[in-house]
């Protein structure tokens, strides 16, 4: 039962943290998702304390083995707007490969541009 409870309450600092940011995202109108605001909060937080407590540890290690979990509500909501896809198929594959396609090569520039600046030095891994 304790372990429950400290899983529990690592549960809920993660809940906090994204609340939080979405509070601060909304009362300051700022143009970023509150997600990452209550990420940087939850940073901030752990580089205080200079290390990850131990149940918030286990809590993010359980979250990521269970990952696949996420991706059901994303695959209900296209099943249920499956004839709006089918309509604008084309369109939403021309955006997806070029976008795909610039993503590509804008990391594939900003590589060369870092590799220019550090003198092409790296650690060979």
Known sequence: MRAFSRLALAFLVLVACD???????????????????????????????????????EMVEFLLAHLNFFYIPAGVG???YAALLADDLWPI??????????????????????ARFTGGKGDGA
């Open 78 to 80: 296209v099943m249920a």
């Open 19 to 57: 609340t939080a940011g979405r509070v601060i995202v909304w009362g300051l109108s700022l143009p970023v998702p509150g997600t990452v605001v209550g990420i940087l909060i939850l940073l901030a937080a752990i580089v205080a304390l200079r290390r990850v407590p131990e149940p918030l540890k």
């Open 93 to 114: 594959l021309i955006a997806l490969f070029a976008s795909t396609f610039l993503a590509m090569f804008a990391a594939g520039l900003a590589f060369q541009v870092v």
